[in-house]
């Protein structure tokens, strides 16, 4: 598959929107006062890192296969 330099800039715009979004998420989940029961973290507090790090995932793959568009696109 032939991806050109327009859809590849799209692919890395989304890779790094995912980085600049989630983790800011995060630090408000983590801040919430549902994200723990005392010391000990609560069930609110995992479902959320579980869609963080699977979100943050996707979107570095989705970045990578950006930067390897661009680079290819470039040939």
């Known amino acids: 598959m032939v991806i050109n330099k327009r859809w590849?800039?799209?692919l890395i715009g989304v890779g790094v929107w995912t980085w600049?979004?989630?983790p800011r998420f995060g630090l408000a989940i983590w801040k919430d006062?549902?994200?723990f029961?005392?010391?000990a973290p609560t069930s609110f507090?995992?479902?959320h890192a579980v869609l963080i790090v699977a979100s943050l995932a996707i979107g570095?793959?989705?970045g990578?296969?950006?930067v390897r568009?661009?680079?290819r696109a470039e040939r």
Do not use: P, Q
């Open 60 to 62: 570095t793959t989705v």
């Open 33 to 35: 006062d549902r994200s």
């Open 69 to 71: 568009a661009w680079r």
């Open 45 to 47: 507090l995992w479902v």
């Open 20 to 22: 600049v979004i989630w």
């Open 37 to 39: 029961d005392g010391s």
């Open 8 to 10: 590849a800039a799209f």
């Open 64 to 66: 990578v296969l950006g």
